[in-house]
């Protein structure tokens, strides 16, 4: 690859995180072009379907919705869940450490741009049993 191929990446570009809830293309990070204090990609979420409860030690989270709607829950200080319904254009911030989930709850599939900052936490999702790497296109 190019320096400027690693600069403009496509999802199916890249190797894709799968997992029975939906999945992650990471387009940006260490392994994908160099990004050194953040990563993030694309998740596609199908109808019905969300990631549970979980957080990220040491790391925030900027997620935005490009299409479909939802339910996203991100804890409060106190640790207590807070749920929003979201659509496309909403940015939902993440405090570092915190608990969250999202749930596609439209009628068809939910997608998503998250960041991550700094880098990591996405490479613990290859530890979760449903964990599969699709391999790029082409």
């Known amino acids: ?5 690693k600069i403009f990446v ?6 894709a995180f799968a997992f ?22 694309v998740v596609d979420l199908e109808k019905g379907q969300g990631h549970a409860r979980h957080n990220h030690p040491g790391a925030e989270e ?24 979201v659509r496309p254009g909403c940015t939902i911030y993440v405090p570092e450490s915190r608990y ?3 749930l596609n709850t439209g009628e068809g599939p939910m997608q998503l ?6 880098t990591g936490p996405e490479q613990a ?11 790029a296109k082409g």
């Open 100 to 102: 969250h989930s999202t």
């Open 62 to 85: 900027i997620i935005f919705v490009i299409a479909g709607t939802g339910e996203q829950m991100v804890e409060d200080e106190e640790g207590n869940p807070v749920v929003h319904q």
């Open 125 to 135: 999702l290859r530890k979760l049993p449903d964990f599969r790497l699709v391999p």
């Open 1 to 5: 690859m190019s320096g400027m191929e």
């Open 113 to 118: 741009f998250v960041v991550y900052s700094p």
């Open 20 to 41: 029975d809830w939906g999945r992650l293309a990471l387009t940006v990070g260490p392994e994908v072009n160099g990004a050194g204090r953040f990563s993030g990609g």
């Open 10 to 15: 496509y999802p199916e570009e890249v190797d």
